[in-house]
């Protein structure tokens, strides 16, 4: 079973930078695609950044592509979010998320595909 912790979300203002982590104690994450999604007061879940089981492949939403990078460290069983520039609209849940994927290279921006989530990690990011 794979049980995902986020961390290092918090109270920041315009233009600051975050990094976020997403770890899981037991099972090894080399075997699943790994995302970040993110959740407004109000609004859906939207996928933030996306990788793939090698690392090679990724996917940003359009609202951060250029801000945030998502690197996975299969070595340490984690994946981090560094966000920089960040703005008010930024403000949101974040969630780490696993799914199971046969493709190495496929770095998935889909809900549905991913099969396990952490708990998630408030950022807020104020004018």
């Known amino acids: 079973q794979v049980h995902l912790v986020e961390s290092g979300g918090g109270l920041v203002q315009a233009g600051d930078s975050l990094r976020l982590s997403c770890a899981d104690s037991g099972r090894a994450l080399s075997s699943y695609i790994m995302g970040w999604f993110r959740q407004a007061p109000g609004k859906g879940r939207e996928i933030v950044a996306a990788?793939?089981?090698?690392?090679?492949?990724?996917h940003y939403g359009d609202s951060v592509n250029g801000r945030f990078t998502i690197v996975r460290d299969d070595a340490d069983n984690t994946v981090t979010l560094q966000m920089i520039n960040l703005k008010p609209e930024d403000t949101a849940v974040y969630y780490c998320?696993?799914?199971?994927?046969?493709?190495?290279?496929?770095?998935?921006?889909?809900?549905?595909?991913?099969?396990?989530w952490g708990q998630g990690t408030q950022v807020t990011v104020s004018a």
């Open positions: 998320a696993a799914g199971r994927q046969i493709n190495r290279y496929y770095a998935s921006a889909r809900e549905d595909e991913y099969h396990y």
């Open positions: 990788v793939s089981r090698s690392g090679l492949n990724t």
